[in-house]
Structures are given as C-alpha cells and as structure tokens.
C-alpha cells in the first residue's frame, strides 16, 4: 500500500491593496516548478478569495510518496510528542 503526505501552500497575489492584488502568473510557475522537483504533485487548486471577491492569492494542495524510511521518521517524531 503506497502512503502519501500533503502539502497546502498559498502563493499569494501581487499588490498591496486586497482589492488591486493580481495572481503572478511567474510566482505560480516559480512555486509549482521548486515544488515538482521536490517530488510533489499537484492535486488541486482554487483562487483562495478574502470576501466580497477580492482575491488573496492561488491556495494549491500537493501530494507526494512517502518512503518506508521517510515513514518510520515520521512515526518516530509522532511518538517524541
């Protein structure tokens, strides 16, 4: 059985103001790119929005394979809290 963990990450617009703030379209790629070289994949994405449709950023969700040995480290670090 394949194990998997998650990653959420919010690549936030560009602007000062909330209601002026523009998704760049470079960031995403930049941030996207870093990423699938790490090993995670995309699963989903959505323009995450403050209220009143006033866009903060792109809210994306990664997955990604965990080894057996990644595994353990992971239990182990459980187990010490």
Known sequence: M??????????CGK???????KLDIGKIDKTLNQLGKDGWELVTSKV???GWGLDDGL??????????NQ???HLKLA???
């Open 2 to 11: 394949r194990t998997f963990e998650y990653k959420t990450v919010l690549v």
């Open 15 to 21: 602007g000062f103001f909330s209601a002026t703030k």
């Open 71 to 73: 595994l353990r480290g």
């Open 48 to 50: 995450a929005t403050k």
């Open 79 to 81: 187990e010490k809290r």
């Open 59 to 68: 809210l994306c969700i990664f997955k990604r394979c965990v080894t057996t």
